[in-house]
T-cell receptor
Framework: GQNIDQPTEMTATEGAIVQINCTYQ??????LFWYQQHAGEAPTFLSY????GLEEKGRFSSFLSRSKGYSYLLLKELQMKDSASYLC???????????FGKGTRLHILP | GAVVSQHPSWVICKSGTSVKIECRSLDFQATTMFWYRQFPKQSLMLMATSNEGSKATYEQGVEKDKFLINHASLTLSTLTVTSAHPEDSSFYICSAREAGGADTQYFGPGTRLTVL
């Protein structure tokens, strides 16, 4: 089966940097996604990693280590609008599905 | 690009009635669409995978006769909640994956269902 772990909540300060970790166990790993979800809204796509290494996209970066079953999402220059849940999700080549973690609620303090 | 719409965005209905939710990919063709349900402060729970022109694949514990899914075209999938009950009140979200594209799923804005 698949298992995804990420912290339930984190708090950071506006302007700072925060790293949200995700560990996973799956067979037939076929990619890892990060989504952002504001309260009451649907998730929006942030990043996709299928190879080891760091993918940078503006203030957000995502890292993957397949051998360790580990990923992190790095958010720089935090803004108040970054307060949201961040969902780690894993795709397996055994089926069509993406399985989501429970999400990390990030609180940004002024 | 990769825009997915849902209609309605919210609906309130009486217990025992049926509600249909539409999911459309606006600027791409989606051979596969997914339906999720999310309760407050919980993660997305996959209900079913909808493939164009074939029967949907339901996750364990999801009643296929209660949650009817139709994927009649490459841009439209519908979820019908039949004989709705208050415990069906939830946030229903669809996602679509582009035909021949990467595995990335793009989500619709969601439909908030309240059953009285």
């Amino acid at each position: 089966g698949q298992n995804i772990d990420q912290p339930t909540e984190m708090t950071a300060t506006e302007g700072a940097i925060v790293q949200i970790n995700c560990t996973y166990q799956t067979s037939g790993f076929n990619g890892l996604f990060w989504y952002q979800q504001h309260a009451g809204e649907a998730p929006t796509f942030l990043s996709y990693n299928v190879l080891d290494g760091l993918e940078e996209k503006g203030r957000f970066s995502s890292f993957l280590s397949r051998s360790k079953g580990y990923s992190y999402l790095l958010l720089k220059e935090l803004q108040m609008k970054d307060s949201a849940s961040y969902l780690c999700a894993v795709s397996s080549n055994r089926d069509d599905k993406i399985i989501f973690g429970k999400g990390t609620r990030l609180h940004i303090l002024p | 690009g990769a825009v997915v719409s849902q209609h309605p965005s919210w609906v309130i209905c009486k217990s025992g009635t049926s509600v249909k939710i539409e999911c459309r990919s606006l600027d791409f063709q989606a051979t596969t669409m997914f339906w999720y349900r999310q309760f407050p402060k919980q993660s997305l729970m996959l209900m079913a995978t909808s493939n164009e022109g074939s029967k949907a694949t339901y996750e364990q514990g999801v009643e296929k006769d209660k949650f009817l899914i139709n994927h009649a075209s490459l841009t439209l999938s519908t979820l019908t909640v039949t004989s709705a009950h208050p415990e069906d009140s939830s946030f229903y979200i669809c996602s679509a994956r582009e035909a021949g594209g990467a595995d990335t799923q793009y989500f619709g804005p969601g439909t908030r269902l309240t059953v009285l």
